[in-house]
């Protein structure tokens, strides 16, 4: 069952003012046998302002061949003009929802349900690690399906909204005055709980888009509140790495299902919906190469550079996968002991 897309909004459920005709959904890659496995839910990154195809559907293979059943999570963005506010945390915690009730027909064991989220990505998994419990399904059969991950895995990840925040990814999500209360609320290291899920983070100390101190910042926030987790710095490397793969260096990132959204924007903006011209639809198709292979972002030499420093990164999601397992398998011990008392 890979590639079968549902929508984790019913009508009458998701009213996005800019989404032209979208709503959030989920892309499957679950295994054919009837084998048990870990759940994991994939959240591409991209400022808040669109679903990196980068981080998407080769980062679903690559954890689908390391035995997990995975689903990749398409929100909802703000490439133009109307602030997010909570609907991506809705759209995520909606998605972790659907996969724990319909965990026994996706063969996923309910209590191994990770998130996978890269930059703002990241922030959003790292959202519904701190707040699930603030938000309440609207739909009564989902109400009583907890929300809570069972553990995340933050990759570079937007965390703070203080000195180092990523300010783009804050304006789309927040609009660009913000209150001081939602500026608080949306900087997760000072959100972490006793409660929050274990969590695997990593970065590169070289980002210049997300600074490492974002890593630090949430590291330290578990450490203080006893929230098992663990913490790799790279030394070398940009931001949006994804797998370090010489597959994503060469741009190979498979499906793009992840701009469904900017796809309908465009296509909104064209039929005269939206006070944009046609001239802002062709800057947006160009710019994510909707119709043709996205233009090449590195000069030869650049390239060059970065593929020197792939083979210290791309060891993150055996890393990854070996916490994971730890983590695992302390949940079960955990369980034990409570069907003992």
Request: hydrophobic content about 35%.
């Amino acid at each position: 069952m890979i590639g079968q897309k549902v929508n984790i909004w019913r009508e009458g459920e998701y009213d996005y003012p800019a989404a032209y005709g979208f709503v959030p959904f989920v892309v499957s890659y679950i295994h054919e046998d009837e084998q048990i496995r870990p759940g994991m839910l994939v959240v591409p990154g991209g400022a808040y302002r669109y679903a990196s195809p980068s981080e998407g559907h080769m980062v679903a293979e690559l954890f689908y061949q390391k035995g997990y059943n995975v689903f990749v999570l398409a929100y909802t963005v703000n490439y133009l003009d109307s602030p997010l506010k909570t609907q991506p945390l809705k759209d995520i915690s909606r998605a972790v929802r659907i996969i724990r009730k319909h965990s026994a027909r996706c063969h996923i064991n309910p209590e191994q349900i990770a998130v996978c989220g890269f930059s703002a990505g990241g922030h959003l998994c790292g959202s519904l690690c701190v707040h699930y419990e603030d938000i309440i399904d609207p739909a009564e059969d989902y109400t009583e399906i907890s929300n809570r991950p069972d553990a995340a895995l933050l990759c570079y990840p937007v965390i703070t909204s203080g000195e180092y925040a990523n300010r783009t990814s804050f304006e789309a999500l927040l609009g660009e005055a913000p209150g001081e209360d939602e500026l608080e609320y949306m900087s997760l290291e000072k959100q972490v709980t006793e409660d929050t899920p274990p969590c695997f983070l990593w970065q590169t100390a070289a980002d210049t888009s997300v600074p490492v101190q974002n890593s630090y910042l949430f590291a330290e926030a578990c450490r203080n509140a006893g929230v098992p987790y663990a913490h790799h710095v790279f030394s070398e490397g940009i931001h949006g790495l994804s797998i370090a793969t010489q597959r994503w260096l060469n741009q190979d990132f498979g499906d793009i299902y992840t701009l469904e959204q900017i796809r309908m924007l465009c296509s909104a903006i064209r039929d005269g919906k939206t006070s944009y011209t046609e001239e802002k639809a062709e800057e947006i198709e160009a710019e994510f190469g909707l119709y043709g292979r996205k233009r090449q972002k590195w000069s030869p030499e650049e390239k060059e550079q970065i593929r020197k420093t792939l083979p210290e990164v791309e060891i993150w999601p055996d890393l990854a996968v070996s916490w994971l397992e730890r983590q695992w398998e302390r949940l079960r011990r955990r369980l034990q002991e409570e069907e003992k008392v």
